[in-house]
């Protein structure tokens, strides 16, 4: 068999629930739940450091954020790695065609192509909008890029960037070269605010029943660990009311639709080129958005609306794979580059910390590991598959979820007489610790620096809002 093209697409801030194919209630994208069909839907993915620039770099890298220095959102931060090992660099190595169209935004110099062939950027698409509106921005309502509140968008749906970065993907397929196997990637940046969208996707679900925000007691007791309290504090720094959080969350859900209803396009050109019986397909995200649930907003939190994402692999037809599987192990995004390298016949750099997913696929295993550490700031998950252990740094304080049961983190068994469990996950966790030689664990304890509550404190909304 000559080796697969390769499609990856990505979105942005994309909430692993909010797919059809994904059990909710009201969201439509029937080519994302095709795709499911047609091929296995991961339902245990996870962002190791749920927020745009880490998760990106671990995308292109194939290293958890903590392992490769950075777990947190640092635009200043540029990584230290050989460009030959970095994704692109491997893929074209290897024989393959290589093109990326969307968003980067990694741990490197924003004009880094990551060893791509071909890279047309957000910086790109801001000098079309540009050249078309005499206007950097994307639109003018006014939104900020890091805020919920909704609008319709002044841009018409030719401006958008999720139909630009369409429109060059359907162009790359049309006049690639044949010759050769391709891996395009895709990379949109919804749905990721400023939370606006053109009709007829910014009324789409007005009419819809949207769930209401899953708010558990534990939030506002003092199990609520300071950074969590802190997190609500400048995300809710303007709290929506209501019916404004209900209009959020519709035009939310209408952004993820339009992306579906363009990803249309992209699969149909694709099954006209007469490559989808050879052509590898992934759907996944950087991160997740709180929405409201457990009263908070945006991500960065281990609370599962941020670090949950989708993952659906379609792989071609030949390779024989029976459709419509659905796969509980548990896998990171670094886990993607080491596929790609498996599935490219080449050897990942040997520093990685993913793992291929080939064998799952082919169905010769169920998992790739047995537990998933993720870090942010002082802030750690550590999920066994059925358990989900956070440690927060800042206070000491732990939180336990039943993962199979309470996929919405609503009852904390770190407070409800579950010592054996809790104090077992945690010796679990320090010896994972012990085993990177990390800093959070000292004399075989767990780092704490007893931060008091009453120390909360407000960020300048404008650094969060995007205002600059």
């Known amino acids: ?52 620039i880490p998760q990106r770099t ?33 893929m074209t190595k290897a024989g393959y065609q290589t093109q990326i169209m969307g968003k980067t935004h990694w741990h490197t110099d924003p004009t880094f192509r990551a060893g791509f062939e071909h890279v047309m950027s957000e910086l790109h698409y801001n000098d079309y909008v540009q050249a078309r509106t005499g206007n950097g921005r994307t639109d003018q309502s006014g939104i900020g890029m890091n805020e919920l509140f909704p609008d319709l968008s002044h841009n018409p749906p030719e401006l958008s960037m999720t139909q630009w970065v369409i429109d060059r993907s359907v162009e790359f397929l049309k006049f690639r070269d044949r010759t050769q196997p391709y891996f395009l990637w895709a990379s949109f940046i919804d749905p990721h605010p400023p939370n606006t969208i053109h009709e007829p996707y910014y009324s789409m679900y007005d009419d819809e029943d949207i769930p209401e925000p899953v708010i558990p007691d534990w939030i506002d007791t003092e199990q609520c660990p300071y950074e969590l309290l802190q997190h609500r504090s400048i995300w809710n720094s303007v709290r929506m009311k209501p019916k404004a959080l209900r209009k959020a969350k519709g035009v939310y859900y209408g952004k993820i639709t339009n992306m579906d209803h363009q990803l249309g396009r ?13 052509t590898l397909i992934i759907y996944t995200s950087d991160h997740g958005e709180m929405l409201g649930d457990l009263n908070d907003m945006g991500k960065s939190t281990f609370l599962e609306p941020s670090t949950h994402i989708p993952l659906i692999i379609c792989p071609p037809r030949s390779m024989n794979i029976e459709p ?23 050897t990942p750099p040997q520093d990685i910390t993913g793992k291929s997913m080939l064998p799952i696929i082919y169905g010769l295993e169920n998992r790739t590991r047995e537990d998933y550490h993720g870090q942010i700031g002082n ?55 012990i085993s990177e030689d990390h800093p959070h664990v000292q004399d075989r304890q767990l780092v704490n620096l007893h931060t008091k509550h009453e120390e909360l404190h407000q960020l300048r909304a404008r650094n969060y809002y995007g205002w600059v």
């Not at 979105?11 to 095709?34: E, Y």
């Not at 992209?266 to 050879?278: H, R």
């Not at 059925?386 to 199979?404: N, P």
């Open 324 to 346: 419509g599987q659905v796969s509980d192990a548990l896998i990171g995004l670094d886990d993607l580059l080491p596929t790609f390298c498996d599935i490219a016949g080449i």
């Open 379 to 433: 802030s750690h998950m550590f999920h066994a598959g059925d358990y989900k252990y956070l440690y927060f740094v800042d206070d000491g304080k732990e939180l336990l979820f039943d993962s199979i049961v309470d996929r919405k983190d609503e009852f904390n068994l770190a407070a409800e007489g579950h010592e054996h469990l809790l104090s077992s996950l945690r010796e679990r966790f320090i010896a994972h610790l």
């Open 1 to 52: 068999m000559s080796k697969p093209n390769i499609v990856l697409i990505t979105s942005d801030q994309h909430r692993g629930d909010a797919m059809g194919c994904a059990n909710h209630p009201c969201v439509r994208t029937p080519h994302l739940d095709k795709l499911a069909q047609m091929g296995i839907q991961f339902n245990r993915a996870y962002a190791d450091c749920p927020v745009c």
């Open 58 to 90: 671990t995308l292109v890298t194939g290293i958890q954020s903590h392992i490769y220095g950075m777990p947190n959102y640092a635009s200043d931060y540029r990584i230290q790695r050989d460009r030959a090992d970095f994704l692109g660099s491997l």
């Open 266 to 278: 992209l699969f149909g050109k694709i099954q006209a080129d007469g490559s989808m019986d050879n």
